[in-house]
């Protein structure tokens, strides 16, 4: 079974600076995704970014980009320039390939609650 | 807007009781998953229907049951609720196309038993 780990329970970083959030998981997969998703106060569950597991390029979307360390099996998000509308819970996603063209369940770790400071 | 819509958003109930959440996924999508949000388990995955059958089960409770109708929306059936029951349960439909990875979510239903 895999799993996801979030060690950092909350950060907090000063507005304009870059703050990093860790996330390792475990799994026997050779094929599969990782997400990081944020869940502001207003509960949606949006994407950030997706990195796919056989591309060894990182991921960047704007100020977002992600380390991704496929032999240590870990995948930490980058935010650059702290914006105070980052302020959120920020969970890391497993989802594993399947065939067929579905997709499957997200396995998520236990989040990391973000302040952005003024 | 993700496009995918719940109801209702609040719901407010006794012990005992059986509610009825509702989603209606993207227009197109045919994978509807559902997922509770508690604060001691997480967010944690529950069902998944494709296109009206059910494709894989997570730790769901044998007094919760799921279906999928012919207009692709779901619903998720909550019956002999308990006060650990108390929830954000979220809806989440993808499209079916290989490589389409993204899960769409929408706003939830926040579940309160008293």
């Known amino acids: 079974a895999q799993t996801v780990t979030q060690s950092q329970p909350e950060m907090s970083v000063q507005e304009a600076e870059t703050v990093t959030l860790s996330c390792t998981y475990d799994t026997s997969e050779n094929n599969y995704y990782l997400f990081w998703y944020k869940q502001p106060p207003s509960r949606q569950m949006i994407l950030v970014i997706r990195?796919?597991?056989?591309?060894?390029q990182n991921a960047t979307e704007n100020r977002f980009s992600v380390n991704f360390q496929k032999a240590a099996k870990s995948f930490s998000l980058k935010i650059s320039d702290s914006q105070l509308g980052d302020t959120a819970m920020y969970f890391c996603a497993f989802m594993k390939l399947v065939g067929g063209g579905a997709t499957n369940k997200l396995i998520f770790g236990t989040g990391t609650l973000l302040a952005v400071q003024p | 807007d993700s496009g995918v819509t719940q109801t209702p958003k609040h719901l407010i109930t006794a012990t005992g009781q059986r509610v009825t959440l509702r989603c209606s996924p993207r227009s197109g999508d045919l994978s509807v998953y559902w997922y509770q949000q508690s604060l001691d388990q997480g967010l944690q995955f529950l069902i998944q229907?494709?296109?009206?059958?059910?494709?894989a089960k997570g730790n769901i409770l044998e007094r919760f049951s799921a279906q999928q109708f012919p207009d692709l929306h779901s619903e998720l059936n909550l019956s002999s609720l308990e006060l650990g029951d108390s929830a954000l349960y979220f809806c989440a439909s993808s499209p079916v196309r290989w490589g389409d990875t993204e899960a769409f979510f929408g706003q939830g239903t926040r579940l309160t038993v008293v």
């Open positions: 990195q796919e597991a056989y591309k060894q």
């Open positions: 229907y494709y296109n009206g059958e059910e494709r």
